[in-house]
T-cell receptor, first 109, second 115 residues
Framework: GEDVEQSLFLSVREGDSSVINCTYT??????LYWYKQEPGAGLQLLTY?????DMKQDQRLTVLLNKKDKHLSLRIADTQTGDSAIYFC?????????FGQGTTLQVKP | NAGVTQTPKFQVLKTGQSMTLQCAQD?????MYWYRQDPGMGLRLIYY???????DKGEVPNGYNVSRLNKREFSLRLESAAPSQTSVYFC??????????????FGEGSWLTVV
């Protein structure tokens, strides 16, 4: 079935850029999403990209999509301690979202 | 502005007990979902309801039942809880099932422990 894979952990220093990577298997995915989950909270939609786009920028966030390699990345510029959270990649497939395992981002001061 | 509301937020059950997780949304959304979140496994879809009166199995439906009571409410029932059902449960809703996925909203989560 469809699968979405992410690395589990990333640690960066405050002020650096963070890049979180994701791969997916379903070539028919129309939308790909990034969600943020802070401790004890639900999921907050950060951004999304339509499958016919290569890049989307939204303030400090840049999403890159390589459809040929089925690779999605989220770059956070000038990473802050408030960015520490779990980040989930998700692929929209025939009416439901398939989530990756989540990447825990640790931001060191 | 409530969005998606889940109750209870925390629950401890004994093996074999039953319970119902309640979910309500006030955004007039057609579709509602129940996910469970386990460490290192992301979110997995249990059941979903594309519209009032319909429900469908997701990726991990065994041990659960659902009811779409009306357009606002979608409940998840554990008939005979097992320790493997210890998890964080998220309810979500979206305006439409197909296409416009940027309108999906999640509740705050329900932490369930089965001992």
């Amino acid at each position: 079935g469809e699968d979405v894979e992410q690395s589990l952990f990333l640690s960066v220093r405050e002020g650096d850029s963070s890049v979180i990577n994701c791969t997916y298997t379903d070539s028919s995915s129309t939308y790909l999403y990034w969600y943020k989950q802070e401790p004890g909270a639900g999921l907050q939609l950060l951004t999304y990209i339509f499958s016919n786009m290569d890049m989307k920028q939204d303030q400090r966030l840049t999403v890159l999509l390589n459809k040929k390699d089925k690779h999605l990345s989220l770059r956070i510029a000038d990473t802050q301690t408030g960015d520490s959270a779990i980040y989930f990649c998700a692929s929209a497939d025939t009416g439901k979202l398939i989530f990756g395992q989540g990447t825990t981002l640790q931001v060191k001061p | 502005n409530a969005g998606v509301t889940q109750t209870p937020k925390f629950q401890v059950l004994k093996t074999g007990q039953s319970m119902t997780l309640q979910c309500a949304q006030d955004m007039n959304h057609n579709s509602m979902y129940w996910y469970r979140q386990d460490p290192g496994m992301g979110l997995r879809l249990i059941y979903y309801s594309a519209s009032e009166g319909t429900t469908d199995k997701g990726e991990v439906p065994n041990g659960y039942n659902v009811s779409r009571l009306n357009k606002r409410e979608f409940s998840l029932r554990l008939e005979s809880a097992a320790p493997s059902q210890t998890s964080v449960y998220f309810c979500a809703s979206s305006a439409v099932r197909w296409g416009n996925w940027n309108t999906i909203y999640f509740g705050e989560g329900s932490w369930l422990t089965v001992v």
